[in-house]
């Protein structure tokens, strides 16, 4: 059923037969529902997963944009082993650029095309089905072209990948946003260099390997997200 559903969406997508819904929308609302759908697999693997809050509004096709963060979100849990995976949204002038970031494997910078091939997965050469079927990245894609909306992919192989989509903002408002506090300004932390230190004994961690990669996701969730230098001691 897994199979024929996203071979459907296909399908419908290169037959051009799917038309998008476009209107006003607040990103916080497909957020704060995947984050209530995945949050009891990311805990099944012990792994940190954390959705960012964000007040903005966006105009695109509400479910089809949903799609393409679920299937990164998917994917990101399923190859990431230790760490966590975080969810945050980048102002880009007149746009909203919405980043799934993981600390899994990474891939190869050769191989950034061929992922969004048809049937195309790394590390799965027996083709297990509980790894997935390689087509949530093809959708992806067509989803993009479909809303001309921009997809992009940065790995560093041994620490992790972001993917992500870039959406049109607007100030129109569809709906309440969940979080309905002012924009947090953040230019303050530009260049700055922040300290985080918790020696709470339920927190703290003995492995190095995991704790490096803990570091890694909390430097992406605080520093690559407010432009600032942050330093992690367990």
């Known amino acids: 059923e897994l199979m024929f559903n996203a071979l459907l969406d296909i399908s419908r997508l290169e037959a051009g037969i799917l038309v998008p819904e476009i209107r006003p929308f607040a990103i916080d609302t497909p957020l704060n529902r995947l984050k209530t759908e995945y949050a009891p697999l990311a805990d099944e693997k012990g792994l940190m997963l954390r959705v960012r809050p964000c007040a903005r509004h966006v105009v695109s096709d509400p479910l089809l944009v949903e799609r393409v963060i679920r299937n990164y ?18 102002v880009r002038g007149e746009h909203l650029r919405i980043e799934v970031w993981d600390t899994g494997e990474g891939i190869p910078p050769d191989q950034f095309n061929n992922i969004y091939q048809g049937f195309y997965q790394l590390g799965n050469p027996e083709r297990d089905r509980r790894k997935g079927l390689g087509l949530g990245l093809t959708i992806v894609k067509r989803i993009g072209e479909l809303l001309s909306h921009p997809i ?21 408002t569809a709906q309440p946003s969940a979080d309905n506090s002012p924009p947090f300004d953040e230019s303050w932390l530009l260049g ?13 961690v003995d492995d190095v390997d995991v704790a490096d990669e803990l570091e890694e996701l909390i430097r992406l969730d605080v520093g690559d ?3 600032c230098t942050v330093s992690v001691r367990f």
């Open 225 to 227: 997200l407010l432009g």
């Open 152 to 172: 992009s992919v940065q790995s560093t192989l041994a620490r992790g990948s972001m993917f992500s989509i870039t959406v049109p903002l607007t100030s129109a």
């Open 192 to 204: 700055s260099t922040v300290l985080i230190i918790d020696d709470e004994p339920d927190v703290l």
């Open 73 to 90: 979100l998917s994917n990101a849990l399923r190859y990431t082993r230790r760490g966590g995976v975080l969810v945050g949204c980048r």
